[in-house]
Nanobody, 122 residues
Framework: QVQLVESGGGLVQPGGSLRLSCAASGSIVSINTMGWYRQAPGKQRELVAVITSAGNTNYADSVKGRFTISRDNAKNTGNLQMNSLKPEDTAVYYC????????????????WGQGTQVTVSS
């Protein structure tokens, strides 16, 4: 019913920047929270950043001060600006959203994008 599509990943040198985007479409009444997760080889998927519908944000300590999460409620899109990238940031990045899909029911459902690869290397 709902699809999330990430874009903007790629190869960048240490200290460089990338901007990831997430486009949500389908049977969307409203989106509560939007977030970004990442998973490096051999590691568990971890939360990178989250933003509420009101614009409140939280970040993992490892990215605080370097990454900025944002969203456009009218367009159902989200973004993750990544600056001062480090090799440790190399991972597949996933968009996540809690979505209300019915005007009659208030339940929220969790959806995931397919992931986009970010590689930080010289």
């Amino acid at each position: 019913q709902v699809q999330l599509v990430e874009s903007g990943g790629g190869l960048v040198q240490p200290g460089g920047s990338l901007r990831l985007s997430c486009a949500a479409s389908g049977s969307i009444v409203s989106i509560n929270t939007m977030g970004w997760y990442r998973q490096a080889p051999g590691k568990q998927r971890e939360l990178v950043a989250v933003i509420t519908s009101a614009g409140n944000t939280n970040y993992a300590d490892s990215v605080k001060g370097r990454f900025t999460i944002s969203r456009d409620n009218a367009k159902n899109t989200g973004n993750l600006q990544m600056n001062s990238l480090k090799p440790e940031d190399t991972a597949v990045y996933y968009c996540n959203a809690l979505v209300r899909i019915s005007i009659f029911r208030r339940e929220e459902y969790e959806y995931w994008g397919q992931g986009t690869q970010v590689t930080v290397s010289s």
